[in-house]
């Protein structure tokens, strides 16, 4: 195995580099005719190009392009980005705000502290408690985890839910029905956990089969839900998988090889183009262990090409052919945890008890399984969006759909997105795949209105 020498970051050192060198952050909407770019210059530590990425990717960016550079003590990155609607960033709050957490307050601790990424809380997170659970995936799991914390009288104001290869991870914040408060009592987080454990562990014996715990840790949510599964080994599913049997043209494909005139193994990775692609590549390698030096990321139409100068953090290369299958085994299940094909209904209600358990009780009975979901308060609104398919895994009929629009579009808004039943979608679908992201904005105003 090559080894080469990876630099040694001394904390105090850090702090006084970034005091004489501040990050420098420019958001330029003059130089490309369709898309913003945004340059970042700063003194480089582990775990940059992560931050930067992350941040980006909480705004609901796309980063069509993007130039990597961090070899040595500096880092120095241009992204091109867009919104979801494919037009430059050019409102001046959000343009504001790039600057400041990217810039000098952003690595700060006061700067970050009203940062809207989405993170995995403390024991008592503000008014919250949150919950991580994993295990084996199966029909109406979600239906019956938020009908247990709706019977103990929680209030689910935040949650996300990844399946994949079989298995599910869940980030749920929860709060106190009648306080809205984080919970205090000792008592009850004990009988949730046990009723939860119940739960998830179903007909299976084995306690290893999943595992509830409260979040410890301080950890974006997409990025606890990368380590979950990561953790759980979904990337060896050993071909037995509940994932939808793509094309081979949108099959990922991953090779690394060797770059032996600079001492980096160079991953490469050409798939179909999604938002979030690159903060999911990244967040897998960086929780593997590996540094990414340079990075070059372009996308075509509905393609999108990806190369990585990577090292692991001690220094060595990629050798071994373990080595190398492990990695685009990992990089493979980062890809398809997050990619949504099938129905994605989105609605809006007025936030309650029960609402969530409410729901997900329809779609059960209506035989539908939850591939994702995202769950969100916006004030008194409670915005949720689910990605389903039937309990075989295939579209969701065109009367389902009806049925679900007359039980559910009588309480509250139902939004019914990318029915892949219809030849029309279909034929979309060979053409390319659409850029998918929670994105609540536009029902959000419609509901108010």
Same mark, same amino acid.
């Given at each position: 195995m090559?080894?080469v020498?990876w630099?040694?970051f001394?904390?105090?050192?850090?702090?006084?580099?970034?005091?004489i060198?501040p990050?420098?952050?420019s958001?330029?909407?003059?130089s490309?005719s369709?898309?913003?770019l945004?340059?970042?210059?700063?003194v480089n530590?582990p775990?940059i190009?992560?931050?930067v990425?992350?941040?980006?990717?909480d705004?609901d960016?796309?980063?069509?392009k993007?130039?990597?550079? *961090?070899?040595?003590g500096?880092?120095m990155d241009?992204?091109?980005?867009?919104?979801? #609607?494919? =037009?430059? $960033?050019?409102? /001046?709050?959000?343009?504001d705000?790039?600057e400041r957490?990217?810039?000098?307050k952003?690595?700060t601790?006061d700067?970050?502290?009203d940062?809207?990424g989405k993170r995995?809380?403390?024991?008592?997170?503000?008014n919250h408690?949150?919950?991580e659970?994993?295990?084996?995936?199966?029909?109406?799991l979600?239906?019956?985890?938020?009908?247990?914390?709706?019977?103990l009288?929680f209030n689910?104001?935040v949650a996300?839910?990844?399946t994949h290869n079989?298995?599910?991870?869940c980030?749920?914040?929860v709060n106190?029905n009648t306080? *809205?408060?984080?919970v205090?009592?000792?008592n009850?987080p004990s009988i949730m956990?046990? #009723?939860? =454990?119940? $739960?998830m562990? /179903?007909?299976?014996?084995?306690?290893?089969v999943a595992?509830?715990s409260?979040?410890?840790?301080?950890t974006?949510?997409?990025?606890?839900l990368h380590?979950m599964?990561?953790?759980?080994?979904?990337y060896?599913?050993g071909?037995?998988?509940?994932?939808?049997?793509?094309?081979p043209s949108?099959k990922p494909?991953i090779?690394?090889e060797?770059?032996e005139?600079k001492?980096?193994s160079v991953?490469?990775?050409?798939c179909?183009?999604?938002?979030?692609l690159?903060?999911?590549i990244v967040?897998?390698?960086?929780?593997?262990?590996?540094?990414?030096?340079?990075?070059n990321?372009?996308?075509?139409?509905?393609?999108?090409?990806q190369?990585?100068f990577?090292r692991?953090?001690?220094g060595?290369t990629?050798?071994?052919?373990?080595?190398?299958e492990?990695?685009?085994k990992?990089?493979?299940?980062?890809?398809h945890?997050?990619?949504s094909e099938?129905?994605?209904l989105?609605?809006?209600?007025?936030?309650?008890v029960g609402?969530?358990?409410e729901v997900t009780?329809i779609l059960r009975?209506?035989?539908?399984?939850?591939?994702r979901a995202g769950v969100?308060t916006?004030?008194e609104?409670?915005?949720n969006?689910?990605?389903v398919r039937?309990?075989y895994?295939?579209?969701?009929?065109?009367?389902?759909?009806?049925?679900l629009?007359?039980?559910?579009?009588?309480?509250?808004?139902?939004n019914v997105k990318?029915?892949?039943?219809?030849m029309?979608?279909?034929e979309?679908?060979?053409?390319g795949?659409?850029?998918t992201s929670?994105?609540f904005?536009n029902l959000?105003e419609?509901?108010?209105?």
């Amino acid at each position: 195995m090559a080894k080469v020498c990876w630099p040694y970051f001394d904390p105090e050192y850090e702090n006084l580099s970034v005091r004489i060198n501040p990050p420098r952050v420019s958001v330029d909407n003059t130089s490309c005719s369709d898309c913003t770019l945004i340059k970042v210059d700063s003194v480089n530590k582990p775990g940059i190009l992560l931050e930067v990425v992350q941040i980006l990717s909480d705004l609901d960016f796309i980063i069509t392009k993007a130039y990597v550079s *961090s070899d040595g003590g500096w880092f120095m990155d241009v992204f091109h980005v867009t919104d979801q #609607q494919g =037009k430059k $960033i050019t409102d /001046g709050k959000t343009i504001d705000y790039i600057e400041r957490v990217l810039g000098p307050k952003g690595h700060t601790t006061d700067g970050m502290k009203d940062c809207p990424g989405k993170r995995v809380g403390v024991h008592s997170f503000g008014n919250h408690t949150a919950i991580e659970l994993i295990g084996r995936d199966r029909p109406g799991l979600l239906s019956e985890i938020s009908a247990v914390l709706a019977n103990l009288h929680f209030n689910v104001t935040v949650a996300e839910v990844w399946t994949h290869n079989r298995r599910i991870a869940c980030v749920l914040y929860v709060n106190d029905n009648t306080t *809205s408060e984080s919970v205090n009592d000792p008592n009850r987080p004990s009988i949730m956990e046990e #009723q939860l =454990k119940h $739960i998830m562990r /179903g007909c299976e014996d084995d306690d290893n089969v999943a595992r509830t715990s409260f979040s410890m840790g301080f950890t974006h949510i997409d990025r606890r839900l990368h380590q979950m599964l990561f953790a759980d080994r979904d990337y060896e599913g050993g071909g037995v998988t509940t994932e939808v049997d793509y094309p081979p043209s949108f099959k990922p494909k991953i090779t690394v090889e060797r770059c032996e005139e600079k001492g980096y193994s160079v991953v490469t990775v050409r798939c179909k183009d999604r938002a979030k692609l690159m903060f999911d590549i990244v967040c897998t390698l960086t929780d593997m262990q590996y540094v990414v030096f340079h990075a070059n990321i372009s996308s075509n139409g509905p393609y999108a090409s990806q190369e990585y100068f990577i090292r692991h953090m001690d220094g060595c290369t990629l050798d071994t052919e373990g080595e190398k299958e492990r990695v685009v085994k990992c990089l493979e299940a980062a890809i398809h945890r997050r990619v949504s094909e099938g129905l994605s209904l989105e609605l809006c209600a007025k936030d309650r008890v029960g609402l969530l358990s409410e729901v997900t009780r329809i779609l059960r009975e209506n035989g539908l399984s939850v591939r994702r979901a995202g769950v969100s308060t916006v004030g008194e609104k409670a915005v949720n969006v689910f990605y389903v398919r039937d309990a075989y895994g295939n579209p969701v009929d065109a009367k389902t759909i009806e049925a679900l629009r007359k039980e559910i579009g009588q309480t509250m808004m139902l939004n019914v997105k990318k029915d892949p039943s219809s030849m029309k979608a279909r034929e979309a679908e060979t053409s390319g795949w659409a850029k998918t992201s929670f994105f609540f904005g536009n029902l959000l105003e419609k509901f108010l209105a």
